[in-house]
Nanobody, 124 residues
């Protein structure tokens, strides 16, 4: 059973930064693409970023491109989301997700496992 555990959320002022982490219990972490999604109250879950198994390919949602960076450390079974220049519209619960393949996906249906989510709140 795969377990994804996110951390790093919190309250930050607009213009600030946060780094989210997600630890994956899979032993062969590098075989699987990972993604970050977010969901604000009353809205659908939104794609944020994805990274391939070995970290060579990344994609970002239009609303975060140029401000967020996804990365991974396969030796630590951890994927990160560095969030800079945060704006109030970034306020949401952020979810880490794992695929069953090393190829990236930008849709929620492409992921097999989900973390419990971590709250990010950006104040104006």
């Amino acid at each position: 059973q795969v377990q994804l555990v996110e951390s790093g959320g919190g309250l930050v002022q607009a213009g600030g930064s946060l780094r989210l982490s997600c630890v994956d219990s899979k032993r062969t972490f590098s075989n699987y693409a990972m993604g970050w999604f977010r969901q604000a109250p009353g809205k659908e879950r939104e794609f944020v970023a994805t990274i391939s198994g070995r970290g060579r390919t990344t994609y970002y949602g239009d609303s975060v491109k140029g401000r967020f960076t996804i990365s991974r450390d396969n030796a630590k079974n951890t994927v990160y989301l560095q969030m800079d220049s945060l704006i109030p519209e970034d306020t949401a619960v952020y979810y880490c997700a794992a695929r069953g393949t090393s190829i990236t996906s930008t849709t929620t249906r492409g992921y097999d496992y989900w973390g419990q989510g971590t709250q990010v709140t950006v104040s104006s």
